[in-house]
């Protein structure tokens, strides 16, 4: 797998020869983040070329205070389910060969959303 910084954004590329099916990976509220890099290195492990974009891009941040249980912070907790996680990462996957990897085999859009 090569990785590449291109003018604020972490673009993720499969090992091989392409074209390869590709993929913009947006940020929650903490920015382009090791979280998002991480997540773009997993997709180009599964043959997409993932860029993570940073809206932000050094302007506004999202204040996180310690302690108050934000409803987005990632849940590592014993409330986390491994299982669910698993699931919905494999749903992704899924949804990306069926509406993006597919999609750029056959003349015609590069993605068809339902």
């Given at each position: 797998m090569r990785t590449a910084?291109?003018?604020?954004?972490?673009l993720a590329v499969p090992?091989?020869?392409g074209p390869?099916?590709?993929?913009?990976?947006?940020?929650?509220?903490?920015?382009?983040?090791?979280n998002?890099?991480?997540v773009c290195r997993r997709l180009a492990g599964e043959g997409f070329v993932a860029?993570?974009?940073?809206?932000f891009e050094g302007r506004h941040?999202?204040?996180?205070?310690?302690?108050?249980?934000?409803?987005?912070?990632?849940?590592?907790?014993?409330?986390?389910?491994?299982?669910a996680?698993?699931?919905s990462w494999q749903?992704?996957?899924a949804f990306f060969d069926e509406h993006v990897r597919q999609a750029n085999r056959a003349p015609g859009p590069a993605f068809t959303p339902d």
């Open positions: 910084t291109l003018r604020g954004s972490y090992d091989g020869e390869f099916p590709g993929v913009v990976v947006v940020h929650e509220a903490y920015g382009l983040n090791d998002i890099k991480d860029m993570g974009v940073d809206l941040r999202a204040e996180v205070y310690p302690g108050a249980k934000h409803s987005f912070v990632n849940d590592q907790s014993r409330n986390h389910d491994a299982g996680a698993a699931d749903r992704v996957l």
